[in-house]
């Protein structure tokens, strides 16, 4: 298994950052893709952005295409997740997740979770 740390959530001002952190352990990351999903209470679980651990390939959620960018620095085995202009509903729990394959948007097809790190967005 993958061992994921989620950093950097707390509260933040609309129209403020975000950048999250995943410090990723107990793996190398070559043929893996880390992801970040989050969720809204009473909502489901929805797809923000994926990397592939060695290719770089991105892929991001349709309904944040634009407003997250995703990163990773594959020595460390941390992936970020970023945003500018932040609004209300940014606020989730946010999640970090890994796969052995390429990006995926399913949350089913990933095998290992972190705990995950809440962004709350006041106004």
């Given amino acids: 298994q993958v061992q994921l740390v989620e950093s950097g959530g707390g509260l933040v001002q609309a129209g403020g950052s975000l950048r999250l952190s995943c410090a990723a352990s107990g793996r190398t990351?070559?043929?893996?893709?880390?992801?970040?999903f989050r969720q809204a209470p009473g909502k489901e679980r929805e797809f923000v952005a994926a990397v592939?651990?060695?290719?770089?390939?991105?892929r991001y959620g349709d309904s944040v295409k634009g407003r997250?960018?995703?990163?990773?620095?594959?020595?460390?085995?941390?992936?970020y997740l970023q945003r500018n202009s932040l609004k209300s509903?940014?606020?989730?729990?946010?999640?970090c997740a890994a796969r052995r394959g390429t990006t995926a948007a399913?949350?089913?097809?990933?095998g290992s979770w972190g705990q995950g790190t809440q962004v709350t967005v006041s106004s």
């Fill in 52 to 58: 592939a651990w060695s290719s770089g390939i991105i």
């Fill in 68 to 79: 997250f960018t995703i990163s990773r620095d594959n020595a460390k085995n941390t992936a």
């Fill in 89 to 95: 509903e940014d606020t989730a729990v946010y999640y």
């Fill in 29 to 36: 990351f070559s043929s893996y893709a880390m992801g970040w």
């Fill in 106 to 110: 399913d949350p089913s097809l990933y």
